[in-house]
């Protein structure tokens, strides 16, 4: 017999181990406790949550419908449209973030979805990757994105951009490439703590194995300026939402395997028996592979490609009510259930299937006849809402199909966002509208042969004065020794998969190319300065809001110094730089938001040699050097001679011998003026600094150090 399935709770933004829960009997599939009646899955599971498992024998009970006495036994299309009509479902894209929180709701996923989730650990490090060898500041965190097992990622989104990944799991797809790297973990068996988080943190040990969760260990590097705008456009890490491949453990009774699939009755069954706790029997089971076929049968799409008739692609939230969540699946492939007399639920993939049951005026208590829908509620198209992986995984709306072209406009959009195809979804549509605007709908309550319609989904109503009907059963319920039944007229052509003829064009995506292109810098110039000064110089552009960048070295050398220019600014002058020596120089404008010109102007680069110049500045007026963990501030305050320009920072590793020491940075600042200089992601171990000030033209002044620390 097929065991449920016990599931990871996640309490907290830790890491945690889930435990086992036996699935003990249940109360009837509707008639359930009526201490649930208004409870939220959330609400129903906190006992078990708070135990540190989520339950699959949880006692459900949100079922029952109608008054004391009364309990429904089937419900169908009209009854799941209505109840999907009456809460508003969250749309699937309000779940594409990574947030923090201290406690998150458990979410499932059945098919085929693209979500992130949330932050289950998050830190930062700048200790080198083992994996990959890749050196810098890293922040790294931990998306959780399913309380259970999964098959696998399908397709990673960084944001909103798909990427690739290596096999170190660094992105390859320009231009986060090097800037991410990304490893899935699946939940299964096995699963081991990340070695990189294991490695650049010692509070994680090797029982930080997120056992029995889905997820994946990111890490971020931290960008140069220049790299900024277009790996972090929102000046922060993007969050992961890939595409998953959800829950691999349904139940496939017709091969008897546990696997990953998309097929509509066997996620409805893992829905009953891993998600609400049911313990199904071989006789279940037995039903299951016959709706299982059903799905499998192959329809045509508009233009001809061939896919399975029902799919489910659906995500499961602990604070959804159980009937949302049934309404959601049940009418993403027009299913029919009911409660079989073990309790157990049983369900009808949306087809014809013929009636064996017959009833007349005769097996009726009473009945009203409704013939038709008019005037304002009659419903004129339907068009659903549905998912369009085409529009990255979120929702769209789905070609309609129109009842009525010439009445009163009456749309009807409902959202049913366990649908991630366009021809499903417009099958859907037919069979809402069918449904809505039937010839005529039943209300009767019957005698006692009324039972014959429990676990059926049609019968043939016939009656003197109305006539011969097929119904399809909208609610059944029992009150007491009678049976109340809502059907609706139906035809079995109102079943047709093949609708390739009349589907609409899907809804077309095309992704739309901004001009985001930063004007290169045009008429740069350079001319040499009195005292070791060059005075660089450019033609405006026309949009004031565009900022300037001027970068120079000394010819022959590699690493640029590179100096922001307001936007008002048509000039800037570089002092302190070495007498008689040549200097490059190139400018690019760049916006406030960090997007910079393709090139640096002009090409090649403009040479200018710097006058000389005599006279060196005097000391520091102060100098000192602080740790904050691997980093070091180096603060300077400038003495008041005329002649300081700028200062020079030396560093030496294990050495107080200046002799040892190699220039980091020169800090440009005037007279009296203070400056500070980070050295970030220092290794451990002992540094000494020095400070010597110079003039326009790179003359020394006396140097003021060592001042030695030690980064732990």
Same mark, same amino acid.
């Given at each position: 017999?097929?065991?449920?399935?016990?599931?990871?709770?996640?309490?907290?933004?830790?890491?945690?181990?889930?435990?086992?829960?036996?699935?003990?009997?249940?109360?009837?599939?509707?008639?359930?406790?009526?201490?649930?009646?208004?409870?939220?899955?959330?609400?129903?599971?906190?006992?078990?949550?708070?135990?540190?498992?989520?339950?699959?024998?949880?006692?459900?009970?949100? %079922?029952?419908?109608? $008054?004391?006495?009364?309990?429904?036994?089937?419900?169908?299309?009209?009854?799941?449209?209505?109840?999907?009509?009456? +809460?508003?479902?969250?749309?699937?894209?309000?779940?594409?973030?990574?947030?923090?929180?201290?406690?998150?709701?458990?979410?499932?996923?059945?098919?085929?979805?693209?979500?992130?989730? #949330?932050?289950?650990?998050?830190?930062?490090?700048?200790?080198?990757?083992?994996?990959?060898?890749?050196?810098?500041?890293?922040?790294?965190?931990?998306?959780?994105?399913?309380?259970?097992?999964?098959?696998?990622?399908?397709?990673?989104?960084?944001?909103?951009?798909?990427?690739?990944?290596?096999?170190?799991?660094?992105?390859?797809?320009?231009?986060?490439?090097?800037?991410?790297? /990304?490893?899935?973990?699946?939940?299964?068996?096995?699963?081991?703590?990340?070695?990189?988080? /294991?490695?650049?943190?010692?509070?994680?040990?090797?029982?930080?194995?997120?056992?029995?969760?889905?997820?994946?260990?990111?890490?971020?590097?931290?960008?140069?300026?220049?790299?900024?705008?277009?790996?972090?456009?929102?000046?922060?890490?993007?969050?992961?939402?890939?595409?998953?491949?959800?829950?691999?453990?349904?139940?496939?009774?017709?091969?008897?395997?546990?696997? %990953?699939?998309?097929?509509?009755?066997?996620?409805?069954?893992?829905?009953? /028996?891993?998600?609400?706790? %049911?313990?199904?029997?071989?006789?279940?089971?037995?039903?299951?592979?016959?709706?299982?076929? $059903?799905?499998?049968?192959?329809?045509?799409?508009?233009?001809?490609?061939?896919?399975?008739?029902?799919?489910?692609?659906?995500?499961?939230?602990?604070?959804?009510?159980?009937?949302?969540?049934?309404?959601?699946?049940?009418?993403?492939?027009?299913?029919?259930?009911?409660?079989?007399?073990?309790?157990?639920?049983?369900?009808?993939?949306?087809?014809?299937?013929?009636?064996?049951?017959?009833?007349?005026?005769?097996?009726?208590?009473?009945?009203?006849?409704?013939?038709?829908?008019?005037?304002?509620?009659?419903?004129?198209?339907?068009?659903?809402?549905?998912?369009?992986?085409?529009?990255?995984?979120?929702?769209?709306?789905?070609?309609?199909?129109?009842?009525?072209?010439?009445?009163?406009?009456?749309?009807?959009?409902?959202?049913?966002?366990?649908?991630?195809?366009?021809?499903?979804?417009?099958?859907?549509?037919?069979?809402?509208?069918?449904?809505?605007?039937?010839?005529?709908?039943?209300?009767? +309550?019957?005698?006692?042969?009324?039972?014959?319609?429990?676990?059926?989904?049609?019968?043939?109503?016939?009656?003197?004065?109305?006539?011969?009907?097929?119904?399809?059963?909208?609610?059944?319920?029992?009150?007491?020794?009678?049976?109340?039944?809502?059907?609706? +007229?139906?035809?079995?052509?109102?079943?047709?998969?093949?609708?390739?003829?009349?589907? #609409?064009? #899907?809804?077309?995506?095309?992704?739309?190319?901004?001009?985001?292109? /930063?004007?290169?810098?045009?008429?740069?110039?350079?001319?040499?300065?009195?005292?070791?000064?060059?005075?660089?110089?450019?033609?405006?552009?026309?949009?004031?809001?565009?900022?300037?960048?001027?970068? +120079?070295?000394?010819?022959?050398?590699?690493?640029?110094?590179?100096?922001?220019?307001?936007?008002?600014?048509?000039?800037?002058?570089?002092?302190?730089?070495?007498?008689?020596?040549?200097?490059?120089?190139?400018?690019?404008?760049?916006?406030?938001?960090?997007?910079?010109?393709?090139?640096?102007?002009?090409? #090649?680069?403009?040479?200018?040699?710097?006058?000389?110049?005599?006279?060196?500045?005097?000391?520091? $007026?102060?100098?000192?050097?602080?740790?904050?963990?691997?980093?070091?501030?180096?603060?300077?305050?400038?003495?008041?001679?005329?002649?300081?320009?700028?200062?020079?920072?030396?560093?030496?590793?294990?050495?107080?011998?200046?002799?040892?020491?190699?220039?980091?940075?020169?800090?440009?600042?005037?007279?009296?003026?203070?400056?500070?200089?980070?050295?970030?992601?220092?290794?451990?171990?002992?540094?000494?600094?020095? $400070?010597?000030?110079?003039?326009?033209?790179?003359?020394?002044?006396?140097?003021?150090?060592?001042?030695?620390?030690?980064?732990?």
């Amino acid at each position: 017999m097929r065991r449920s399935l016990a599931i990871a709770a996640l309490l907290a933004s830790t890491c945690l181990t889930p435990c086992k829960a036996a699935a003990g009997p249940l109360v009837p599939f509707f008639y359930g406790l009526s201490a649930a009646l208004s409870g939220s899955a959330a609400a129903a599971a906190t006992a078990s949550i708070l135990g540190g498992a989520y339950a699959s024998g949880l006692a459900v009970g949100t %079922f029952l419908t109608g $008054a004391l006495g009364r309990v429904v036994l089937s419900v169908g299309l009209s009854y799941l449209s209505q109840r999907l009509g009456r +809460t508003k479902t969250a749309p699937p894209s309000s779940r594409m973030g990574n947030f923090a929180e201290a406690v998150s709701y458990q979410e499932f996923v059945l098919g085929m979805v693209r979500k992130g989730g #949330p932050t289950g650990f998050q830190g930062r490090s700048s200790i080198t990757d083992p994996v990959s060898g890749t050196s810098g500041r890293k922040r790294h965190y931990s998306p959780i994105l399913a309380a259970h097992p999964i098959d696998g990622i399908e397709t990673h989104y960084i944001g909103e951009a798909e990427v690739s990944l290596d096999a170190d799991g660094l992105v390859t797809t320009e231009p986060l490439d090097g800037f991410y790297r /990304v490893r899935p973990f699946l939940g299964q068996a096995g699963q081991v703590a990340d070695e990189a988080l /294991v490695a650049s943190f010692p509070e994680v040990t090797s029982s930080f194995d997120f056992a029995g969760l889905a997820g994946a260990h990111i890490w971020s590097l931290r960008a140069n300026d220049e790299d900024l705008p277009d790996v972090y456009p929102q000046g922060r890490p993007a969050a992961y939402a890939p595409v998953l491949r959800g829950f691999n453990l349904v139940y496939d009774p017709r091969d008897d395997t546990l696997k %990953f699939t998309r097929n509509a009755a066997l996620c409805l069954a893992a829905f009953f /028996v891993d998600y609400l706790g %049911f313990d199904y029997t071989a006789a279940d089971w037995a039903d299951v592979a016959i709706e299982a076929d $059903a799905c499998d049968v192959l329809v045509e799409k508009r233009g001809g490609a061939m896919i399975p008739a029902w799919r489910l692609d659906a995500i499961l939230s602990d604070e959804q009510d159980y009937e949302d969540q049934r309404a959601n699946l049940g009418i993403a492939c027009d299913a029919l259930f009911f409660e079989k007399p073990n309790g157990n639920p049983g369900f009808f993939v949306g087809r014809w299937i013929p009636p064996t049951v017959v009833l007349t005026e005769r097996d009726c208590l009473s009945l009203e006849w409704a013939e038709g829908t008019s005037g304002s509620g009659r419903v004129s198209e339907v068009a659903c809402r549905y998912i369009e992986p085409a529009n990255g995984w979120r929702e769209a709306v789905s070609g309609a199909y129109v009842v009525d072209e010439d009445g009163r406009q009456n749309r009807e959009e409902p959202e049913i966002y366990a649908i991630s195809d366009h021809n499903q979804a417009f099958r859907v549509n037919i069979r809402i509208a069918k449904v809505k605007t039937a010839t005529a709908t039943l209300r009767a +309550t019957l005698k006692p042969r009324g039972q014959l319609l429990r676990c059926e989904r049609f019968f043939q109503f016939s009656h003197a004065v109305f006539g011969d009907h097929y119904m399809e059963i909208g609610e059944l319920a029992r009150n007491g020794h009678l049976w109340e039944v809502t059907a609706t +007229t139906v035809l079995p052509e109102d079943f047709d998969q093949a609708v390739a003829d009349i589907e #609409p064009e #899907p809804p077309a995506f095309a992704k739309i190319v901004s001009d985001d292109t /930063v004007p290169d810098l045009t008429g740069f110039t350079g001319e040499a300065q009195a005292g070791g000064a060059v005075k660089y110089r450019w033609t405006l552009p026309g949009d004031d809001s565009l900022q300037r960048q001027v970068r +120079t070295r000394e010819t022959g050398t590699d690493d640029w110094i590179v100096i922001d220019v307001p936007s008002t600014q048509s000039f800037q002058v570089v002092s302190g730089l070495a007498e008689t020596v040549a200097y490059e120089a190139q400018g690019r404008n760049r916006t406030p938001s960090g997007r910079v010109s393709t090139n640096w102007s002009p090409s #090649p680069v403009n040479l200018t040699t710097v006058r000389a110049s005599s006279v060196a500045p005097a000391a520091v $007026a102060s100098f000192s050097v602080t740790v904050t963990m691997s980093d070091a501030t180096a603060d300077i305050t400038a003495s008041s001679d005329a002649n300081h320009a700028g200062t020079r920072i030396y560093r030496a590793t294990d050495s107080t011998d200046f002799a040892n020491a190699a220039l980091q940075r020169t800090e440009y600042h005037s007279p009296s003026s203070t400056a500070s200089w980070d050295d970030a992601a220092l290794a451990p171990g002992p540094y000494s600094y020095w $400070a010597e000030p110079v003039n326009n033209a790179g003359k020394p002044g006396p140097k003021t150090g060592p001042v030695t620390i030690t980064v732990t």
